[in-house]
């Protein structure tokens, strides 16, 4: 059974077409014997047939942009926004947020003049208002259109001084891709010549260090042939003395994804904390997560993970798990702090909200939304001194840690 999704409220209902195309698109069913609807993620969503419809999808459907009666409204898109945040947002009570208050307020913004471009205006300063990692406004191809992080960094402020005493730059985005690529270079040189980086499946660097350690870069969480990779490189994790994984520039992806290289760094069933989740009447139960060993001889050794303030999401998943992991040392930056998955809304005139509806918390209960995973020993990125005297502190930093961190048992 093919579902179509549908957003409801006390207010509306509306087809959700993001979710309905993903499902048709994946072929996502309801399982018949369980009632369950699985869209990749840690668990799946139990759902219940209904006798009949609800009330707001019989009395309220919206008129959404497929329909020819379509006509635009900003106050009707306005407020499925900030319906879907009150409704759905998981993080009310940490950021003490009222929502009665914010509508009231919020749409006082806008009426029937307001048009779409300044519609999109008001959303970006809601959002810069929230600061949420997963709060997006998105277009109907998918493409952002706001959002904002859930801190400001002090790497802008050295990206746009370097852009100042560096006048062949014409902007930000020319300078960050310059020290992205020198970081890269940097790293390189710490590569033994005797055996050469692979790059595998477009996402994984794994190379051998001049001092006898492995180096595994993780470019994202998405799914690129994980399973096949880790069976490949674990052996080799295996023949060294120990591993640094580097997480800097990682775009994260699927938790599943994280939780699946984590089976090959763990020798026994591992629980590595606890997701709940936005109900109307709070926070669901909190579900253990528990990370099982892959079955080949996996890797337990030294771990060393760089991380910095660009590290998002999943890879924040597999950090807690780590965590939870003995003879692991986190340096760098503390993380991006944005570790629940993003629940997508549909609105009237085709956009999306994506918003962060789950709570994570690692193994001793500890959230890091927001503020970020932590690091023992703190390394800036981008590395400005680093870049100009072609080396990466961080790297060296790790490298030692790999020869003098004794076993954490």
């Not at 759905?88 to 307020?105: C, D, G, I, P, Q």
Request: hydrophobic content about 35%.
């Amino acid at each position: 059974m093919k579902p179509l999704v549908y957003d409801i409220s006390d207010n509306y209902c509306l087809l959700n077409h993001f979710l309905t195309d993903e499902a048709q698109r994946d072929g996502v069913t309801i399982d018949e014997k369980t009632k369950q609807l699985d869209f990749d993620k840690l668990f799946p969503l139990s759902v219940t047939k209904l006798g009949v419809l609800p009330k707001t999808c019989t009395s309220n459907e919206l008129n959404g942009f497929q329909s020819n009666s379509y006509v635009f409204n900003s106050r009707q898109v306005l407020r499925v926004v900030l319906d879907s945040f009150s409704y759905h947002y998981a993080f009310t009570e940490e950021k003490e947020l009222n929502w009665k208050a914010l509508k009231s307020r919020w749409l006082q913004r806008a009426d029937n003049n307001t048009t779409p471009d300044e519609l999109q205006q008001i959303i970006d300063e809601f959002l810069e208002y929230i600061r949420d990692g997963h709060a997006i406004l998105i277009d109907g191809s998918l493409n952002r259109l706001s959002h904002y992080s859930p801190r400001k960094s002090a790497s802008e402020i050295r990206l746009k001084e370097y852009l100042v005493e560096n006048s062949e730059f014409s902007d930000i985005s020319q300078v960050y891709r310059y020290i992205y690529r020198q970081w890269i270079k940097n790293v390189e040189s710490y590569f033994s010549t005797n055996k050469p980086a692979q790059y595998l499946a477009d996402n994984f660097l794994i190379a051998k260090l001049k001092g006898g350690g492995s180096y595994f870069r993780v470019e994202s969480f998405d799914a690129h042939e994980t399973q096949e990779v880790m069976q490949k490189i674990t052996p080799h994790f295996n023949r060294s003395k120990g591993v640094i994984i580097d997480l800097r520039d990682s775009s994260g992806g699927s938790d599943l994804v994280a939780l699946q290289i984590m089976s090959y760094l763990i020798d026994k069933p591992l629980r590595i904390g606890t997701k709940s989740f936005k109900v109307p009447t709070g926070m669901s139960e909190k579900k253990g997560i528990l990370v099982s060993p892959a079955y080949i001889k996996p890797f337990v050794g030294k771990i060393v993970v760089i991380t910095s303030h660009l590290t998002p999401s999943a890879a924040e998943v597999f950090l807690i798990a780590l965590k939870a992991r003995h003879n692991v040392i986190f340096i760098g930056e503390n993380s991006y702090g944005a570790l629940s998955d993003a629940l997508i809304k549909a609105l009237p005139n085709g956009w999306g909200i994506t918003l962060s509806n789950e709570f994570y918390a690692d193994s001793e209960g500890q959230s890091y939304e927001f503020v970020g995973v932590p690091v023992e020993h703190a390394f800036e990125f981008p590395n400005i001194k680093d870049i100009k005297e072609s080396k990466d502190s961080a790297l060296e930093y790790a490298i030692k840690l790999l020869d003098e961190q004794p076993d954490r048992n």
